[in-house]
C-alpha cells in the first residue's frame, strides 16, 4: 500500500486532483495529513523538555570484532 500524503494547506486543491490521478491505482491512497504539529520536535512541554535532557542516543549497531576475518575455506 502506498499513501500519497496531502499537506492540509493544500488539501482544498491537491486532494480532489491526485484521487481523480490514482482512482484506478488500487495500491496508491490518497490522504490529508492530520498532524498539528511534529511530535519529535522540542518545545514541547516540561515534562518532555525533562526527558530529553536525560535521553541518551545510542549507537544500537553490534560492535565489530577487532582483529583479522579468518580466510574461507574452499570446497
Same mark, same amino acid.
Given at each position: 500500500?502506498?499513501?500519497?500524503?496531502?499537506?492540509?494547506?493544500?488539501?482544498?486543491?491537491?486532494?480532489?486532483?491526485?484521487?481523480?490521478?490514482?482512482? !484506478?491505482?488500487?495500491?496508491?491512497?490518497?490522504?490529508?495529513?492530520? +498532524?498539528?504539529?511534529? =511530535?519529535? /520536535?522540542?518545545?514541547?512541554? $516540561?515534562?518532555? !523538555?525533562?526527558?530529553?535532557?536525560?535521553?541518551?542516543?545510542?549507537? +544500537?549497531?553490534?560492535? =565489530?570484532? /577487532?582483529?583479522?576475518?579468518? $580466510?574461507?575455506?574452499?570446497?
Amino acid at each position: 500500500m502506498i499513501y500519497c500524503v496531502v499537506p492540509k494547506p493544500l488539501a482544498d486543491d491537491l486532494y480532489p486532483k491526485l484521487v481523480e490521478y490514482y482512482r !484506478d491505482d488500487e495500491n496508491v491512497t490518497v490522504i490529508v495529513e492530520r +498532524r498539528e504539529s511534529d =511530535r519529535r /520536535a522540542r518545545g514541547g512541554s $516540561p515534562v518532555s !523538555d525533562e526527558i530529553a535532557q536525560r535521553r541518551t542516543i545510542r549507537d +544500537r549497531r553490534r560492535a =565489530r570484532v /577487532a582483529g583479522d576475518a579468518l $580466510p574461507l575455506a574452499h570446497g
